[in-house]
């Protein structure tokens, strides 16, 4: 048994009743107006503001509509509730609009009930633009609106806040230091791009040095990078296993995976979230039984999983996924997006913090967006594999390598966590990262906020559960200074909208303390404290995270 | 309700009834209701269902042998060979070192030579000392810089959409777009010369696919009739089948251009929707470079949706897609690398921006390319043994033998030959490579030759007879 292993904690408390009914309720109400508001839209009662397809209107809608409204309002809205779900094409579509080209409508009115009715409202929770380094703290352009979230004008005011948003886990999103005056360098040297893919002669010396970096780091045979994190994924798999081959996917992992184990044209199974004991029934089903109908065996088992669960703050059960692994002869694909350089003593991901010799999984994948500041992914694993995919890939075939400066800065960052600069900066880092996580995540639970996931995790989930809490969350953090991450439906389940917070090592303790500070406060405002579960134990080994405790 | 429960005399009289009954019928219905019995508590009907034991089960795992991950590459592999052998130091510009040999460069897609200009490196830096170099999330997420907003409205600006939308790499954009909108079910036709990136779009939006012959737009009409008799046929579902018709502008495998005025004119006829591909096209045709639109003069409105990729001419990385709001804006949550993927570099944004800058202050630079084009395709033309494939004011020309065997291996083998003489000489030069399994439709072996605006006529000429020379030391060998 690894050592890790005693220390693997991890927690994701019930949901509290009353704030599972409340929630479906808020979605219920939330649902209802939006159709009597999209009624009153097909009828011209309200202005459609959202831009749709062009319409030619009919003269007789008013008419029409006025009648309908008076007479049979109340029986046609329940008729088109209960309609919703089955009937792909709005009534009112057919046979009031007719479309200026004869096209079939590009959309149907159904697939945006959600984006119009109810994202819209707390549309300004998201993609916020900033206008500085997305570092510890970032300056955000405030944003005005004026028709109630459709449109959104950009205003000179600046928000300076703390940034519990970004994947900064190291803190390498820098401006300044060692890593950006090689990148200057690098740039001058070679200028942005190579233009050409890594077999039509765009594969330069820097990324060379790159990939032999990576392979060093990682402590695998041999690596090579794609200049996205997401087509990583979605451009290496479907070199990897291909018809009457299966994979095991992880059913939360990310899209990117989901897309990419779609493209290899394999069978795909979903197995719970982190539940050994499924994986291990499913496998043995599928190796017992082969594939479906011809019983023919499978040609390769390929288990798909996360280092860490970007959604969930939970860590991947390595030492069991490898046992299970090692039983029934399948291929480990293991995506440290969220964990390359934000686990382990070394900053090596889930292998390290495991203690697991990274040779033992078959193929190691990662981005170099999070804690290297940086963008682009990596695969590394034998040299036979590395090889089939220099010469197979879709990634290395059909699209340039990676620019030369995003390249220098994985190179500068990585060096800086080896170690191989001559300072104690990296494992600096790597300790403060760590600390920092430990902490934040003890005080939450003590607060009484119900919080998800691995004691270890850089990324912490905080439960808010109510529609309206969501944005209310959002917006009050902002206004104290505070700049998070909120997720609901459907990047989670309906009821488990959630805040989400990235630690960094460029946090000090005293903005996790302010930043606790700011949650706290919104956390009473919005009576967020739903926890009712005894404050975990592992807290009272972290000796460091006691002490600042008591001062408190 | 009272004539369920009989009264108490309707009991007598049942009672009755029973006793006066003739034995058989009693008997026959004492043997139903015992057959019924025997019925609901029998087993249910099974045939040939093998329970294994778990000993059994062991073994079957024990037996199973997966196949190996990935099949051995040889170690002289011809792709390993050029990657290993050939070490690029420095800025792939129109002169490279490989080596320590400096050579000139026909082989990086570099069109309007922005690879090393000055003022775009200028810019990225400035960016660098505001942002840093990585974005650290995805653009819902903290991720969108003011630099991002900056050039998606610039883009906009500049092929006169109303909106366009940033990647932040070129193969996802296109990959993306298409399955934002089709969906299971819908039609997409497509010529079968396109690109790998859109092969991959298509299969990712799980949609019907018809392709038709390359640039044969008799075969797409004949397609598109046929769909319009199984639309009569089932005119139910044809109410909420989109239609959608997707192009490249220059076509990365032929570098030949699409007709593109025919192919709004069956746009209309048969209510399809139009994206073109623009990767080799944007930037490159048109007098201000604005793309295959500019090219035929035909309105950009006319086309449903534009994507190009900022790789090729423009010098940058990244992609865009770009076309009405009430389209594009559609891909900000539809668009699978756009959600989910962390944005463009901000520095490599400013470079872009910088690039737009340069080629709309020089406009010239798109006839001196085309004058390079069509200088390059008539003299490639002119060499024994060898045939260019494409149009001749395409950036990219196809060079391929003239009379291929029908082994691709060694046709392979001959241009690879060919590119090393090249080489040698002071030319670089690449076969083109594809996923010779995997591509919807493969063209002939081919070297790939880039046209860089910057390349002056005598260099040209040098070239030119560097590739003559190296075609026949190789042709001459071989033959």
């Given at each position: 048994m690894p050592t890790g292993k005693k220390t693997y904690w991890e927690s994701f408390e019930e949901t509290p009743l009353y704030a599972a009914i409340w929630t479906y309720l808020g979605y219920g109400l939330l649902v209802l107006v939006g159709h009597i508001r999209d009624f009153f839209r097909n009828i011209g009662l309200e202005r459609q503001k959202s831009c749709t397809e062009p319409k030619l209107p009919n003269s007789n809608l008013w008419v029409y509509g006025s009648i309908l409204l008076s007479e049979i309002s109340a029986l046609y809205l329940y008729i088109q509730m209960l309609e919703y779900y089955d009937l792909p094409k709005c009534e009112q579509d057919d046979t009031n609009c007719c479309y200026i080209t004869g096209f079939v409508p590009l959309y149907q009115s159904w697939e945006s009930f959600y984006t119009r009715n109810l994202y819209r409202r707390i549309r300004d929770c998201w993609n916020r633009p900033i206008c500085s380094v997305a570092g510890a703290t970032m300056d955000?352009?405030?944003?005005?609106?004026?028709?109630?979230g459709w449109n959104f004008n950009l205003t000179d005011k600046k928000i300076h806040v703390m940034n519990f948003g970004s994947y900064n886990y190291l803190g390498f999103a820098e401006n300044e230091g060692p890593c950006k005056d090689a990148?200057?360098?690098?740039?001058?040297?070679?200028?942005?791009?190579?233009?050409?893919?890594?077999?039509?002669?765009?594969?330069?010396?820097?990324?060379?040095?790159?990939?032999?970096?990576?392979?060093?780091?990682?402590?695998?045979?041999?690596?090579?990078?794609?200049?996205?994190?997401?087509?990583?994924?979605?451009?290496?798999?479907?070199?990897?296993?291909?018809?009457?081959?299966?994979?095991?996917?992880?059913?939360?992992?990310?899209?990117?995976?989901?897309?990419?184990?779609?493209?290899?044209?394999?069978?795909?199974?979903?197995?719970?979230?982190?539940?050994?004991?499924?994986?291990?029934?499913?496998?043995?089903?599928?190796?017992?039984?082969?594939?479906?109908?011809?019983?023919?065996?499978?040609?390769?088992?390929?288990?798909?999983?996360?280092?860490?669960?970007?959604?969930?703050?939970?860590?991947?059960?390595?030492?069991?996924?490898?046992?299970l692994k090692k039983k029934y002869k399948a291929y480990v694909y293991l995506d440290e997006a969220h964990s390359v350089g934000a686990m382990g003593p070394h900053g090596r991901g889930v292998v390290d913090y495991f203690g697991i010799d990274p040779k033992e999984i078959d193929i190691m994948m990662g981005t170099f967006t999070k804690s290297f500041g940086s963008s682009g992914g990596y695969i590394?694993?034998?040299?036979?594999?590395?090889?089939?995919?220099?010469?197979?890939?879709?990634a290395s075939v059909y699209s340039p390598t990676m620019p030369p400066p995003v390249a220098q800065q994985i190179i500068a960052s990585m060096k800086i966590i080896m170690g191989l600069d001559g300072t104690g900066e990296g494992m600096r880092r790597i300790e403060q990262l760590k600390e920092n996580c430990r902490y934040f995540r003890r005080r939450l639970h003590e607060m009484g906020f119900i919080i998800y996931g691995n004691k270890d995790s850089p990324v912490v989930p905080l439960l808010l559960f109510m529609p309206a809490k969501i944005a209310a969350f959002s917006r009050e953090c902002l206004k104290r200074g505070l700049g998070t991450v909120v997720v609901g439906f459907p990047a989670t389940p309906i009821i488990e909208s959630r805040a989400r917070f990235c630690l960094s090592a460029a946090h000090t303790r005293e903005m996790v303390d302010k930043a606790l500070d700011v949650i706290n406060e919104v956390g009473d405002l919005l009576k967020l404290k739903y926890s009712r579960m005894e404050l975990p134990q592992w807290c009272e080994d972290d000796k460091n995270a006691n002490h600042l405790v008591q001062q408190h | 309700m009272m004539a369920i429960i009989p009264a108490t005399w309707d009991m007598y009289d049942m009672f009755q009834a029973v006793i006066q009954a003739p034995a058989y019928h009693l008997i026959f219905e004492a043997l139903l209701i015992i057959w019924i019995f025997k019925l609901m508590f029998s087993k249910a009907y099974a045939p040939n269902k093998t329970i294994l034991t778990e000993k059994e089960k062991e073994e079957l795992i024990q037996e199973w042998q997966p196949e190996p991950l990935v099949p051995d590459v040889p170690d002289d592999h011809p792709v390993l060979q050029a990657m290993n052998n050939n070490i690029i130091s420095g800025r792939p510009d129109k002169v490279m070192v490989i080596n320590g040999k400096s050579v000139v460069n026909m082989a990086s897609l570099n069109f309007l030579g922005l690879l090393g200009d000055e003022s775009i490196e200028a810019a990225a830096q400035k960016a660098l000392s505001k942002y840093g170099v990585g974005s650290c999330g995805p653009r819902g997420f903290y991720g969108t810089m003011d630099v991002h907003l900056e050039l998606e409205e610039r883009l906009a600006k500049f092929m006169n959409c109303e909106e366009a939308?940033?990647?932040s790499y070129g193969f996802a954009t296109i990959a993306s777009a298409i399955p934002a909108y089709s969906k299971r079910g819908d039609v997409i036709f497509v010529d079968e010369g396109v690109c790998f990136a859109i092969q991959k779009g298509l299969i990712a939006s799980r949609s019907v696919i018809k392709y038709f012959k390359h640039n044969d737009m008799d075969d797409l009409e004949r397609l598109c009739i046929e769909q319009q008799k199984e639309d009569k046929r089932v005119p139910k579902k044809a109410k909420v089948t989109r239609r959608f018709l997707v192009v490249e502008g220059l076509y990365a495998k032929h570098g030949d251009i699409c007709p593109l005025p025919k192919l709004v004119e069956m746009k209309w006829k048969y209510k399809l929707r139009i994206f073109v591909e623009e990767s080799f096209s944007f930037g490159v045709l048109g007098d201000t470079g604005r793309g295959v639109t500019e090219h035929y003069g035909i309105n950009i409105d006319e086309i449903d949706l534009m994507a190009a990729c900022l790789e090729n001419a423009i010098g940058g990385a990244g992609g865009f897609c770009c076309g009405k709001k009430y389209i594009v804006d559609?891909?900000?949550?539809?668009?699978?690398?756009?959600?989910?993927?962390?944005?463009?570099?901000?520095m490599l944004a400013s470079g872009a921006i910088q690039s737009l800058n340069i080629i709309i202050d020089d406009p010239g630079m798109f006839g001196k390319l085309r004058n390079n084009c069509t200088l390059i395709h008539e003299k490639l033309s002119k060499i024994e043994g060898m045939r260019v494939v494409g149009d001749p004011v395409a950036p990219i020309k196809h060079f391929s033998l003239s009379e291929p065997s029908d082994d691709r291996d060694l046709d392979n083998r001959s241009l690879e030959k060919i590119t090393q003489e090249a080489m040698q000489r002071g030319l670089a030069l690449t076969p083109a490579r594809y996923l010779e399994h995997e591509e919807h439709n493969l063209p002939l072996p081919s070297i790939r030759i880039a046209v860089n605006v910057k390349l002056t006529e005598e260099e040209i000429d040098t070239c030119i007879n560097i590739v003559a020379d190296s075609c026949q030391a190789v042709l001459s060998k071989s033959s």
């Open positions: 955000i352009m405030a944003r005005e609106t004026h028709d109630h990148v200057e360098k690098v740039t001058n040297e070679y200028g942005i791009t190579a233009c050409g893919s890594r077999q039509e002669l765009g594969y330069l010396d820097i990324h060379k040095e790159l990939d032999e970096l990576i392979a060093q780091y990682l402590g695998v045979e041999a690596a090579m990078t794609v200049p996205m994190g997401f087509a990583t994924n979605s451009m290496n798999m479907p070199c990897l296993v291909g018809k009457g081959s299966l994979i095991f996917s992880d059913e939360l992992n990310h899209a990117s995976l989901v897309l990419g184990s779609r493209l290899t044209g394999a069978t795909i199974r979903t197995y719970k979230h982190n539940d050994i004991n499924d994986l291990e029934k499913k496998l043995r089903s599928a190796v017992v039984h082969g594939q479906p109908r011809n019983h023919r065996p499978w040609k390769k088992i390929l288990i798909v999983v996360e280092g860490v669960y970007s959604m969930e703050g939970s860590i991947v059960n390595l030492p069991e996924v490898l046992r590394g694993g034998t040299k036979k594999l590395i090889n089939h995919l220099r010469c197979h890939s879709h | 939308i940033l990647y559609h891909q900000r949550l539809s668009g699978l690398g756009y959600c989910f993927s962390a944005s463009l570099p901000p």
